[in-house]
């Protein structure tokens, strides 16, 4: 990408992160390393949670939360279809069933009361998905309270937020993906994302027994620990032992069916790097959002935007306008690449196919025919996003 353009989103990488990666390939492990627990350790420490399973991929992590909450053919999940694809797409692989619940349109997170409605009507329902849309936090404590009633278990979607949080209501802050109330949550640390590993993704968790199956479903389902071993050791060694005490060293078992979802030790060693400067890194987006929220308050052409809100961890920072295509198309003009976030995911033409149309969530629909992701990143310049801010105005105000 040229340097004269200015993206919606962009990694931040320093010094310290080249030579964690350099120091890495030089070690005796680039996976199944060392790196990769000193990553977990941290991130769970960071977020607030007991326990960390670093993954390829934050697809990666949503289907493995699917597979160890034992989510069947036909048994039904909502989510909201204001996000990305993989948040529904994790429940299709286990062959469950998506249920779409409409958003909030002011806070554009799914609406509680959409998905109240599903769960009275439906008790094939097993689980919600809930999406930290854009950074901001989705009142975890309100939907861990509902999913009780209904016996449904909880999968936080937290890739935009590592460093948001709600209030609950005795008033304390509660940090996305802390396992306070969600079963499961996930991370990402695609580029874009507030820690960037190049490639990867998180779950966090409370819940010890999840936990320790996730390790064995990240990797083949097998097990090294001699603790979960199933067989003898007669049939391990294939002949008597004369030691039962001592396993043999090479003996591993596959107890079930896994997949290769590991993380290598050179994307958590820049992931590692990357976290310790995640609180400045989010910082900095809030201030961007500070600058944003004076420019485009009340101006007569701005249906909505995100705002200043406590919690907020500012992965994207939307505008809804009138004429959003005229405005996407001036501002490639002058090399502001602005994203859309996101297409509906029940007009994708796959879920269509599943029997969801246009008017199904109007407030989704209207969302999306509005809104646009402008540049929201750290390394953002005062002079580059007062020029994102001057040329929005002049699309408008001439």
């Not at 958590?268 to 201030?287: F, N, V």
């Not at 989704?364 to 992701?373: G, L, P, Q, T």
């Not at 540049?375 to 001439?398: A, H, S």
Request: glycine residues 8%; hydrophobic residues 35%; aromatic residues 12%.
């Amino acid at each position: 990408m040229s340097k004269n353009i200015i993206p919606y989103g962009k990694q931040s990488i320093s010094q310290a992160d080249i030579d964690a990666v350099t120091e890495t390939l030089k070690s005796d492990f680039l996976t199944q390393g060392p790196k990769v627990k000193a990553f977990e350790t941290a991130f769970a420490e960071y977020i607030g949670s007991k326990y960390a399973v670093a993954v390829a991929n934050g697809t990666a992590a949503l289907h493995l939360n699917c597979l160890a909450l034992n989510l069947k053919a036909g048994q039904k999940v909502i989510t909201t279809p204001i996000t990305f694809a993989a948040s529904a797409n994790c429940v299709k692989y286990c062959g469950g069933e998506v249920l779409f619940a409409d958003i909030d349109p002011k806070t554009y997170l799914i609406d509680i009361d959409s998905v109240r409605k599903l769960l009275e009507k439906d008790s094939d329902i097993v689980g919600i998905i809930p999406v930290d849309f854009a950074g901001r936090a989705v009142d975890m404590e309100a939907f861990k309270n509902l999913a009780d009633q209904y016996n449904c278990w909880i999968i936080e979607d937290s890739c935009h937020s590592p460093g948001g949080y709600f209030v609950d209501a005795n008033d304390q802050k509660q940090n996305c993906g802390n396992g306070q109330f969600a079963d499961l949550a996930i991370f990402s640390f695609h580029p874009v994302k507030h820690i960037a590993a190049g490639e990867g993704g998180m779950i966090t968790t409370n819940d010890k027994s999840l936990y320790e199956k996730l390790l064995i479903l990240r990797t083949h389902g097998i097990t090294k620990d001699s603790d979960q071993f199933q067989n003898s050791m007669e049939l391990a060694i294939a002949q008597s032992p004369d030691d039962n005490s001592q396993w043999p060293a090479w003996y591993m078992e596959m107890q079930e069916l896994g997949y290769n979802y590991r993380l290598s030790d050179i994307h958590a060693a820049l992931g590692l790097s990357q976290l310790e400067k995640a609180d400045q890194g989010l910082k900095k987006r809030i201030e961007i959002a500070k600058k944003y929220n004076e420019a485009f308050e009340g101006q007569d052409f701005i249906k909505g935007h995100s705002g200043l809100v406590d919690g907020h961890a500012y992965h994207l920072y939307v505008l809804e306008v009138d004429d959003r295509y005229g405005l996407f198309n001036y501002l490639r003009e002058h090399d502001i690449y602005a994203q859309i976030h996101y297409i509906p995911l029940h007009l994708m033409p796959y879920y269509q196919s599943q029997g969801w149309k246009q008017g199904d969530f109007p407030h989704a629909e209207n969302y999306y025919k509005n809104c646009i992701s402008i540049p929201m990143y750290p390394g953002l310049t005062d002079e580059e996003q007062n020029f994102v801010i001057e040329t929005i105005k002049t699309f408008y105000n001439g």
